[in-house]
């Protein structure tokens, strides 16, 4: 399988693949569920090599770490998953 880190790039730096529409799934520690988010609501500032930062929709934005993300949705379909 495929390092989360290495997916993430392929979709920002990959023009043909990255077209798609892609959502992230990862766990949040608060809600204890799966969050899904478009891959449009994340940013890779480059100082963050272990984590990505999330905007949420009330504007707010908070760090996740990549072991946190659990599936990656590309068009729909499930494209990554890390064993749970």
């Known amino acids: 399988m495929i390092p989360i880190h290495e997916l993430l790039a392929r979709i920002r730096w990959d023009s043909e693949f990255g077209r798609a ?30 984590a990505f930062e999330a905007l949420e929709g009330d504007g707010s934005v908070h760090s996740v770490p990549y072991h946190r993300v659990r599936e990656v949705w590309r068009d729909g379909a499930l494209v990554w998953s890390r064993k749970r």
Not at 29 to 37: E, F, I, M, P, S
């Open 21 to 50: 529409r892609f959502e992230i799934a990862y766990f949040d520690r608060r809600k204890k569920a799966l969050v899904r988010l478009p891959f449009e609501r994340i940013r890779m500032p480059e100082e963050h090599r272990f």
